[in-house]
Nanobody, 124 residues
Framework: QVQLVESGGGLVQAGGSLRLSCAASGRTFSTYTMGWFRQAPGKEREFVAQVSWSGSTGHADSVRGRFTISRNNAKNTIYLQMNSLKPEDTAVYYC??????????????????WGQGTQVTVSS
């Protein structure tokens, strides 16, 4: 059974940093794109960043230059380093893994496996 477990969320002041982790179990995801999404209260879930099997990355315009996604295949884990946090970054952050190996689509429906989410709250 595949499980994705996020950690590292919390409360931080604007301008601060947090590092989210997502540990996968039940399958090796080294050949799968993995990513982060977020959902703010009253809003739809949105793409944040993804890292492909080859290590190439993509980030949403709203976080580019502030957030950095990375992966450690030996640990079957991905990370999201979040710097210069803003109140508008407040959301539940979800880790996700692609349905198909060697696919780099950013579309939400390309992701088949999801974590339970971790709350990030940025105070002004």
């Amino acid at each position: 059974q595949v499980q994705l477990v996020e950690s590292g969320g919390g409360l931080v002041q604007a301008g601060g940093s947090l590092r989210l982790s997502c540990a996968a179990s039940g399958r090796t995801f080294s050949t799968y794109t993995m990513g982060w999404f977020r959902q703010a209260p009253g809003k739809e879930r949105e793409f944040v960043a993804q890292v492909s099997w080859s290590g190439s990355t993509g980030h949403a315009d709203s976080v580019r230059g502030r957030f950095t996604i990375s992966r450690n295949n030996a640990k079957n884990t991905i990370y999201l380093q979040m710097n210069s946090l803003k109140p508008e970054d407040t959301a539940v952050y979800y880790c996700a893994a692609h349905r198909t190996a060697y696919d780099s689509s950013r579309k939400e429906d390309a992701y088949a496996y999801w974590g339970q989410g971790t709350q990030v709250t940025v105070s002004s």
